[in-house]
């Protein structure tokens, strides 16, 4: 492919915004993609977002920005609960697909995905793609070498608090600024594993692999939360603990929390009997990334100029992974296997803490080559 990727965006929300339409409007990006399309149900939205950031059209109706010859890949924006319907859709429409985290709400409903887009020929990407990181590839070939001598459990998670009542794009008045965060709280695709945790099962089973088992304690502590003086229903699970099992004694504790935090965010601490990774830290002093990785933005090599400074890089980060994939035909190691795989973790959890029982798991993926 030699001409940009017709790219659109599909949820003018939060992400779309931060992490997609802010990111690809800019100079630096259109010889590569550029904006095809938006798309957003809430009358107006689609329409304000392309004008303000020079998006070619808008649409209310997904259908038809999928009948749009211009677009050739959709980034999903969406409420995680929509992802599986729209990603079909999309595949089968025969568009390449980047899935904003988490990719489904079932490991089946990605199954599915997969298969669907083999068939077709569709190039898909799922975040969050941690393993892009250099300092998380650092991380696996310390561990995999034997600097933390024998490995002996790892902790990762994170919590909910208030975090999206208070975000700046839904304090305002216009359709742009007044964005409405109640499905966040809702079933299916709400809750802090979800759209929290899944950071650092990303990291995790990226350095460690593919988990064995999980068991689990689960349960919805905070039954309404309050929005702009609305009060919402909140039925989603946010206070789960969680143990995973990665096999020769290696275990992990996990936890997706309605309040705090043990571990930085996305970055699981490592315990081993020669010492410890906390977070990027080894044994208390900063890991140092040499090599062709040593120049290169944390979040990855597409994050330079202007992006270094913006929010939600790493969103645009993974978009770009789809972009070198569908145009110069660059894999990703954002794949939507490992996507798989960490939806199956979090399924697995509710089972485990809905029945009782260790859940075995059935899905993987090939990790890293480091």
Avoid at 216 to 226: D, F, H, L, Q
Avoid at 246 to 270: D, I, R
Avoid at 282 to 309: M, W
């Amino acid at each position: 492919m030699t001409n940009p990727l017709g790219m659109a965006v599909i949820g003018a929300g939060s992400i779309g915004i931060r992490g997609a339409l802010d990111h690809l409007c800019l100079d630096d990006v259109q010889e590569r993609v550029r904006l095809a399309a938006v798309c957003d149900p809430v009358p107006g939205r689609a329409q304000a977002a392309a004008e303000k950031y020079g998006v070619a059209r808008a649409y209310e109706d997904y259908a038809e920005l999928l009948a749009d010859g211009d677009v050739q890949a959709v980034t999903l924006c969406s409420p995680i609960g929509l992802h599986y319907e729209q990603g079909l859709q999309a595949i089968r429409a025969g568009k390449h697909v980047h899935f904003n985290k988490t990719m489904t709400t079932t490991a089946d409903e990605a199954q599915h995905l997969i298969r669907e887009a083999g068939e077709r020929g569709v190039k898909l990407v799922a975040s969050p793609g941690q393993m892009i990181r250099a300092k998380n590839k650092l991380i696996r070939k310390m561990i995999q070498n034997g600097d933390l001598g024998h490995l002996a459990w790892a902790a990762t998670g994170a919590a909910f608090g208030d975090y999206h009542e208070q975000e700046g794009l839904r304090q305002g008045t216009d359709v742009l600024s007044n964005i409405n965060p109640a499905w966040y709280w809702r079933k299916p695709g709400g809750g802090p594993l979800y759209d929290m945790t899944v950071y650092g099962l990303h990291t995790l089973t990226g350095v460690l692999g593919p988990a064995r088992r999980v068991t689990a304690m689960s349960g919805a502590g905070i039954k309404e939360r309050t929005f702009r003086g609305e009060t919402y229903t909140s039925d989603a699970d946010d206070n789960t603990l969680m143990v995973l099992d990665f096999g020769n004694t290696v275990f992990s504790f996990v936890y997706g929390t309605l309040a705090g935090t043990l571990t930085e965010f996305g970055q699981p601490s490592f315990f081993g009997t020669k010492g410890s990774i906390a977070g990027t830290k080894f044994n208390g002093k900063p890991l140092e990334v040499s090599g062709p990785d040593a120049d290169i933005h944390d979040f990855g090599p597409h994050v330079v100029g202007r992006h270094c400074d913006m929010g939600e890089a790493h969103v645009f980060e993974d978009i770009m992974q789809l972009v070198d994939w569908a145009r110069e035909d660059i894999p990703s190691v954002a794949t939507a296997e490992h996507a798989c795989h960490v939806i199956e973790i979090i399924e697995a959890a509710y089972r485990a803490a809905e029945t009782g029982q260790t859940q075995t798991l059935a899905t993987t993926f090939t990790p890293l080559e480091v």
